[in-house]
């Protein structure tokens, strides 16, 4: 149905914009809101271990003015190589900012 599609595309951008984690907590924070409809956003958290990961593209502005339109081609097959072998490992890339990747586990 379409309510259950937008559900979905809503819940796969809460996965890219806050991340595996926080898509976890807000959807805990859903299923434990009050009859009335509210949310406790201030809920007690958890302490966990993580290991944080910092990948950088090295050269990556002499990169880009070499590839110019084809940049995002490059930049999304080095994402597609690195989130595999990180899911692989059974980790999560958070974040990708231009040339860098947030890599957790």
Known sequence: TL???TISKIAG???V???EAGADIIGKNLNMADGD????LLGNGRKIQSIFGFCDVRQFTDTTECLQEEVMLFVN???HILHSIVVQCD???NKNIGDAFLLTW
Not at 37 to 40: A, E, L, R
């Open 37 to 40: 409809g509210t949310i406790n």
């Open 17 to 19: 914009g806050f991340g």
């Open 91 to 93: 980790g999560a890339a």
């Open 13 to 15: 951008l809460m996965r």
């Open 77 to 79: 097959r080095i994402a």
């Open 3 to 5: 309510l259950l599609r």
